[in-house]
């Protein structure tokens, strides 16, 4: 079962063309045009009414949903905080009306485990994921595993998948007849902070098992500080893609804006954005490219501070400790592939430790989110605080022009 929470939206000034503005009323005058909506929050995890086999923890949070065969499957990460753990679990649990749900499987290796990321291809369910280590201060990428649904409550042991040792899958989606896969290698150096590059892969499948380069020869498209990327079509067959930089390189830190023309998907060229997208989830509706992704709550929202008087290591830890004690969202951007710029849109209800956004299109305007967030009725605290508060799952409907 769900439950309501408060709706957050007339709690929540927006802002559009640089005005400030009090309520979609407003904005609709203001742009000539509908604005998005959001409807009120649903809780899902922890559920209202108990799921047998299903025991969540304090920490609820990694999360991905899909839809197969009548029914949606979401998959979560619980923890005692937002921090590597032996005691992790990832749960999957179905649903036919996103509203009750049941146990499906869990995995626990008695290390941490996170990036649950779902590929329906060609009449299978497959679940991706990422195995990590025990260390609460590292990030220790130990292999990317696979299992494969194969009846109600009954899925294949994980496997793990070995083409690209320490790779992190971060989104997996279908595009006509081909599956896509970005994920990145070299994800322990974000930590590290050795200067080591960190590779950001793009591969496909056919099958949904075996992946190979989206451009043959060259599966790296982006290389540097970026990890965490999404992406996706233009209308010519172009890319547009969201890429986080939070190891630094010769573009500074925060965020890639990438873009690959056509007939040349595997040069990306990318303009560099001061802010942090974490998290980042990237779609398109009609024209409209849109980004979902964490929001850092200051003036100017920069995670790259300009302290170029500083290391490249000394800047990539002070960026860090700043960025950590500061209030966070999840919110609603959106992309201009022309000049390779990011607007803010509005903020989804979200507080503290928040953002790993999965998106189901349920109709042509509408989208269900799924998200993480600290509690909403609680203190506005900062994210390096929420990461060791209790966090839920929601899923709020938005609606798009």
Same mark, same amino acid.
């Given at each position: 079962?769900?439950?309501?929470?408060?709706?957050?939206?007339?709690?929540?000034? *927006?802002?559009?063309? #640089?005005?400030l503005l009090t309520s979609? %009323?407003? &904005?609709?005058?203001?742009?000539?045009? +509908?604005? =998005?909506?959001?409807?009120?929050?649903?809780?899902?995890?922890?559920f209202d009414t108990a799921?047998?086999?299903?025991?969540?923890?304090?920490?609820?949070?990694?999360?991905?949903?899909?839809?197969?065969?009548?029914?949606?499957?979401?998959?979560?990460?619980?923890?005692?905080?937002?921090?590597?753990?032996?005691?992790?679990?990832?749960?999957?649990?179905?649903?036919?009306?996103?509203?009750?749900?049941?146990?499906?499987?869990?995995?626990?290796?008695?290390?941490?485990?996170?990036?649950?990321?779902? *590929?329906?291809?060609? #009449?299978?369910?497959?679940?991706?994921? %990422?195995? &990590?280590?025990?260390?609460?201060?590292? +990030?220790? =990428?130990?292999?990317?595993?696979?299992?494969?649904?194969?009846?109600?409550?009954?899925?294949?042991?994980?496997?793990?998948?070995?083409?690209?040792?320490?790779?992190?899958?971060?989104?997996?989606?279908v595009v006509g007849d081909?599956?896509?896969?970005?994920?990145?290698?070299?994800?322990?150096?974000?930590?590290?902070?050795?200067?080591?590059?960190?590779?950001?892969?793009?591969?496909?499948?056919?099958?949904?098992?075996?992946?190979?380069?989206?451009?043959?020869?060259?599966?790296?498209?982006?290389?540097?500080?970026?990890?965490?990327?999404?992406?996706?079509?233009?209308?010519?067959?172009?890319?547009?893609?969201?890429?986080?930089?939070?190891?630094?390189?010769?573009?500074?830190?925060?965020?890639?804006?990438?873009?690959?023309?056509?007939?040349?998907?595997?040069?990306?060229?990318?303009?560099?954005?001061?802010?942090?997208?974490?998290?980042?989830?990237?779609?398109?509706?009609?024209?409209?490219?849109?980004?979902?992704?964490?929001?850092?709550?200051?003036?100017?929202?920069?995670?790259?501070?300009?302290?170029?008087?500083?290391?490249?290591?000394?800047?990539?830890?002070?960026?860090?400790?700043?960025?950590?004690?500061?209030?966070?969202?999840?919110?609603?951007?959106?992309?201009?592939?022309?000049?390779?710029?990011?607007?803010?849109?509005?903020?989804?209800?979200?507080?503290?430790?928040?953002?790993?956004?999965?998106?189901?299109?349920?109709?042509?305007?509408?989208?269900?989110?799924?998200?993480?967030?600290?509690?909403?009725?609680?203190?506005?605290?900062?994210?390096?605080?929420?990461?060791?508060?209790?966090?839920?799952?929601?899923?709020?409907?938005?609606?798009?022009?």
């Amino acid at each position: 079962m769900t439950h309501h929470l408060p709706n957050m939206r007339a709690a929540l000034p *927006l802002f559009f063309g #640089g005005l400030l503005l009090t309520s979609c %009323a407003d &904005l609709e005058t203001a742009s000539g045009r +509908f604005y =998005p909506s959001l409807d009120e929050p649903e809780i899902l995890v922890p559920f209202d009414t108990a799921v047998d086999g299903v025991n969540p923890q304090n920490s609820n949070n990694n999360l991905d949903i899909i839809q197969f065969e009548g029914r949606y499957f979401l998959a979560f990460r619980t923890a005692p905080t937002h921090f590597a753990s032996e005691k992790t679990v990832m749960y999957v649990v179905s649903s036919t009306d996103q509203q009750t749900w049941q146990y499906e499987t869990h995995v626990e290796m008695g290390t941490d485990v996170r990036e649950p990321r779902f *590929l329906a291809y060609k #009449g299978a369910l497959r679940l991706y994921f %990422a195995k &990590l280590g025990k260390d609460p201060l590292k +990030f220790e =990428p130990q292999g990317t595993y696979l299992t494969e649904y194969l009846a109600p409550g009954d899925w294949s042991e994980p496997l793990e998948w070995v083409d690209q040792p320490g790779f992190i899958p971060w989104r997996l989606k279908v595009v006509g007849d081909t599956a896509y896969m970005i994920g990145y290698i070299g994800g322990e150096n974000i930590y590290e902070i050795d200067g080591e590059p960190i590779s950001v892969q793009w591969l496909k499948s056919s099958d949904g098992v075996n992946w190979e380069a989206v451009v043959p020869g060259q599966p790296t498209v982006e290389k540097g500080g970026g990890s965490e990327t999404d992406w996706t079509f233009l209308p010519n067959g172009g890319v547009i893609a969201v890429t986080r930089n939070e190891a630094g390189d010769e573009m500074g830190w925060g965020s890639k804006i990438c873009r690959a023309e056509p007939q040349s998907l595997g040069t990306w060229t990318c303009a560099p954005d001061k802010r942090k997208f974490d998290s980042p989830l990237v779609f398109r509706h009609k024209d409209d490219v849109y980004l979902v992704a964490r929001r850092n709550v200051t003036d100017s929202g920069y995670y790259d501070l300009e302290r170029r008087d500083l290391t490249p290591k000394e800047q990539t830890q002070l960026y860090l400790f700043e960025y950590s004690f500061k209030p966070k969202r999840c919110s609603l951007w959106r992309v201009h592939p022309e000049n390779l710029t990011v607007q803010f849109v509005l903020d989804l209800p979200s507080f503290g430790d928040t953002c790993f956004p999965s998106a189901l299109q349920v109709s042509e305007n509408e989208f269900d989110i799924y998200n993480y967030t600290s509690p909403l009725d609680g203190e506005d605290v900062s994210w390096i605080v929420g990461q060791g508060l209790p966090s839920s799952i929601y899923r709020i409907r938005l609606t798009l022009p």
